[in-house]
């Protein structure tokens, strides 16, 4: 009941930056954490990083200095700055919270995106 869509992906040079953004909505109540996730083809996702309601942040140890996090109600940023080549991959946005169902009952959501593609390459 909750979509989640991310924008911003495409094709930059190495030490460019990329702006991804990441909108969830629905009949939110809350959100608990979003994160974003990446995978390259044949590999499994890894977490890049992630915010909670807490304010709590962690990110990924190849992406910590050079990536920052960020949230505004429902919609989350992932500034990346000073790109690899080793940064191309697909991007997921991951939402986690409480929502409406069409019954209007509370129930918790846990929500991805489709994706959206990232290459870094000279």
């Known amino acids: 009941q909750v979509q989640v869509v991310e924008s911003g992906g495409g094709l930059v040079q190495p030490g460019e930056s990329l702006k991804l953004s990441c909108v969830a909505d629905?009949?939110?109540?809350?959100?608990?954490?979003m994160g974003w996730h990446r995978q390259v083809a044949g590999e499994q996702r890894e977490l890049v990083a992630v915010?909670?309601?807490?304010?709590i942040i962690d990110y990924a140890d190849s992406v910590k200095d050079r990536f920052t996090i960020s949230r505004t109600k429902n919609t989350m940023y992932l500034e990346m700055n000073n790109l690899k080549p080793e940064d191309t991959a697909v991007y997921y946005c991951?939402?986690?919270?409480?929502?409406?169902?069409?019954?209007?009952?509370?129930?918790?959501?846990?929500?991805w995106g489709p994706g959206i593609q990232v290459v870094v390459s000279s």
């Open positions: 915010i909670t309601s807490a304010g």
């Open positions: 629905g009949k939110i109540v809350s959100i608990y954490r």
């Open positions: 991951n939402a986690q919270g409480l929502a409406y169902t069409p019954q209007n009952l509370r129930e918790n959501f846990n929500s």
